[in-house]
């Protein structure tokens, strides 16, 4: 079969806040190809995201990304590679093509599994899914308080895992950090694993960072996430030498498969967390999965959205037995909740697992996403180039 | 003074053609405070870098890059520098953010100095800016025989300097490609500076680049560039040990600083090509200017566009004595040739300077420019976020 059609949809909530949510919006990805259709999601910013599908060519390696992908063979995994090397290659020079590839090649991924009748983690050679154990991802309150009910909200919720992140966090004094890590703690209880996401807030301070090692080691933290902007490789690996029984976290902003492996090899991280919305797709979040398994480095997904995403995203490590702790989004906004009709359930001990069907095993659910379709319209030289199409099955 | 306005203009050629020639089209940039202009170019995709100003915002660390621009104070490096660091961490989740804020920087730089009636280089502190020695800039004949031709013409130009690239070169045989080579040092002559481009042809494929390795050493070339994609360290690393006098160069996609300091860092390089139309402008070339001057990577710009990019370009590493190299576009699009009524020309001895007035030197030809506007609308939700400004002193 060969690929006929490519849409992008632009879904939103109807007021965004300027909070450290990135579950206020969404790009959604539809490919059809053979009577079959195939369903992924960006994590991106959506207008430029459809700006980077749809543009006017600059030149051979600076191409709209839907030309690399329409009418390409869609038969095997190794047509996946061939359409993901052809975006690579002919959109070299277009930044935001990276954004735009990964909702496209999850739906290629979803869309040959269906086709075949097998689960996204078969095709990519895994004989079994292991189960994951996810930790609630939330972000900081406002002040140690709220932190600290948050906190007994989870433990309550019975989740064995917790990770902080963004809000105040690293903005004002480090003995503020310092209370937030410590009421955290307070509400998880002792036996709960505790992650801190420090946001990037720190660009590449390493001395700032340094302040908030010695709390983080005493209520026994487990990683301290994004210090730093990804690919400030000396300050990370600077902060590794100094973090004790603390492993750093990172990753999440590489938008492929190179920026992962030098994560992975010059950061000296002890997990590195890949969004396959950002870094390529399943292909590319995949590449990066074998490459920190045989480097010792853990992986672990990184999802803040949906459920689709998040089947995405644990399709790629889904059968690596020992990549065990997976985010798992509680928090977010009912658009990200309704994306599709289908969830991943936590079990009773806790842990999750990616459907057992074929394909991502989710489909969006159209009919309650309407309401969240954002009209856009692009024309260049009086010619549309773009106009949001509908929604329908 | 405060920004009042920042304003982007597509500017293409009327056929765009798919070969590597980046001046088919460009991004302008004009920035007005306090009866000031400045320009800048951004060296991207158009219609995905005004999506990324305009943009609706999606969370606070994902928002439209003219956010972070309109309405901030203006008044002395240090302000660019804040301007610089808001839109880095309010777009952080943005990609095409970072090719946005690279015109913008210029324009600020530009604005500054033409308010206080110095060149960007003396607001960087550099008290005299140094000649440079320009290499003509060209893409590879289809055929060693055409290169040949190429290379003889620019030879009868009297460049002391020359670099083929991209065209046909590293897709198919590695014996075409030794004849290339060959071809482009017999019409050069075995004076002049020789310089070979891949365009990243290989992706990471270190085998296949090797074996043009030879040639290059026979033939006395001075690099060898992006044999590989911009952070791909350990191939860049590995061969580099097998490069023998013929040193690597690259750096071109580096579209923030740390990259650029992975590459200083990891990759092995003899020299660090930095485009300030994608890593943020002149305010993040310096800093990787600087950065490969304390490590003894020798700095060069990466400039195939107009000789408004090029000045932006040159401010940043005007007053490095020994960084003497610099790219210099002779094949450009007409459209990159009359963006300025004024050129960085050459000198009797083959040298260039960046123009010693104050801001880049140069202005937009406001008139030839009507032909190549390019008329943009972007709609969202019914509300225009985008129509393309009038291009009018």
């Known amino acids: 079969m060969r690929i006929e059609r490519v849409e992008f949809f632009y879904l939103s909530?109807?007021?965004?806040?300027?909070?450290?949510?990135?579950?206020?919006?969404?790009?959604?990805?539809?490919v059809e190809a053979g009577g079959q259709t195939g369903w992924g999601e960006c994590e991106a910013a959506p207008l430029p995201t459809i700006a980077a599908l749809v543009c006017p060519p600059s030149h051979s390696a600076c191409r709209p990304v839907q030309e690399s992908v329409v009418g390409a063979k869609l038969e095997s995994p190794s047509d996946i590679a061939n359409i993901h090397a052809a975006v690579r290659r002919n959109s070299l020079d277009l930044l935001q093509a990276d954004h735009a590839l990964s909702g496209i090649d999850m739906a290629l991924w979803d869309l040959l599994g269906r086709a075949r009748g097998e689960p996204v983690y078969k095709l990519l050679g895994d004989k079994r899914a292991y189960p994951k154990l996810p930790y609630a991802s939330v972000l900081f309150g406002e002040t140690p308080q709220e932190t600290l009910a948050k906190a007994q909200g989870i433990r309550k919720e019975k989740y064995?895992?917790?990770?902080?992140?963004?809000?105040?966090?690293?903005?004002?004094?480090?003995?503020?950090?310092?209370?937030?890590?410590?009421?955290?703690?307070?509400?998880?209880g002792s036996d709960g694993i505790l992650l801190v996401d420090?946001?990037?807030?720190?660009?590449?301070?390493?001395?700032?960072?340094?302040?908030?090692l010695e709390a983080l080691n005493v209520v026994n933290a487990t990683w301290l996430e994004e210090p730093f902007v990804s690919g400030a490789l000396s300050a990370y690996k600077k902060l590794s030498a100094l973090s004790g029984r603390v492993k750093l976290a990172g990753g999440e902003g590489c938008h492929n498969f190179h920026m992962a492996a030098q994560m992975i090899d010059y950061a000296g991280l002890g997990y590195v967390q890949i969004d396959a919305g950002r870094i390529g797709g399943i292909s590319a979040a995949r590449q990066a999965a074998e490459y920190a398994r045989e480097r010792g480095v853990t992986y672990v997904n990184h999802t803040f959205t949906s459920h689709l995403a998040l089947s995405?995203?644990?399709?790629?490590?889904?059968?690596?037995?020992?990549?065990?702790?997976?985010?798992?989004?509680?928090?977010?906004?009912?658009?990200?909740?309704?994306?599709?009709?289908?969830?991943?359930?936590?079990?009773?001990?806790?842990?999750?697992?990616?459907?057992?069907?074929?394909?991502?095993?989710?489909?969006?659910?159209?009919?309650?996403?309407?309401?969240?379709?954002?009209?856009?319209?692009i024309k260049v030289h009086g010619k549309t180039l773009y106009k949001t199409p509908p929604l329908k099955a």
């Open 312 to 377: 995405a995203s644990l399709q790629a490590y889904a059968g690596f037995e020992r990549d065990e702790i997976c985010e798992y989004p509680v928090e977010s906004k009912p658009l990200a909740q309704e994306l599709t009709a289908g969830r991943i359930e936590r079990r009773a001990d806790g842990t999750i697992s990616v459907p057992d069907s074929p394909g991502l095993g989710l489909v969006p659910d159209l009919k309650a996403l309407q309401k969240y379709l954002v009209d856009v319209e």
């Open 160 to 188: 064995r895992a917790a990770k902080f992140g963004w809000g105040p966090f690293g903005k004002s004094t480090a003995q503020f950090d310092r209370d937030q890590i410590h009421a955290a703690r307070e509400g998880l």
């Open 13 to 30: 909530m109807p007021v965004i806040e300027n909070v450290g949510d990135g579950s206020q919006d969404a790009v959604l990805v539809r």
């Open 198 to 212: 420090a946001g990037t807030v720190w660009e590449d301070n390493v001395e700032r960072a340094a302040q908030v």
